[in-house]
């Protein structure tokens, strides 16, 4: 439970509501972040699939930003 609401309060801090840039509500922006963000999916990856602690990294990253931005992820990664 402690875990999750460290969690969600991350996940506040990264989506802003106001601005438009939210691919779920809060509760399951929230679930996803808990999901992929786990012991279990990176030794999943890393221990089971042999990836590397860098691409595991890079792949977070990509699939957080598609899926808790939206399209808007994709947008800012081609303006930088």
Known sequence: ????QTQSALVQLVI???AGDVAHDHSDA???Y????????????V???GW????????LV???ARQ????SADRRRELR
Not at 1 to 4: C, F, N, S
Not at 34 to 39: R, Y
């Open 1 to 4: 439970r402690r875990r999750h």
């Open 16 to 18: 802003d509501p106001e």
């Open 30 to 32: 929230v679930a996803i």
């Open 34 to 45: 808990f999901a992929l963000v786990n012991s279990h999916t990176h030794q999943l990856m």
């Open 47 to 49: 221990g089971s699939l």
């Open 52 to 59: 590397s602690f860098q691409r595991w990294e890079q792949w």
């Open 62 to 64: 990509q699939v957080l």
């Open 68 to 71: 808790l931005l939206g399209p």
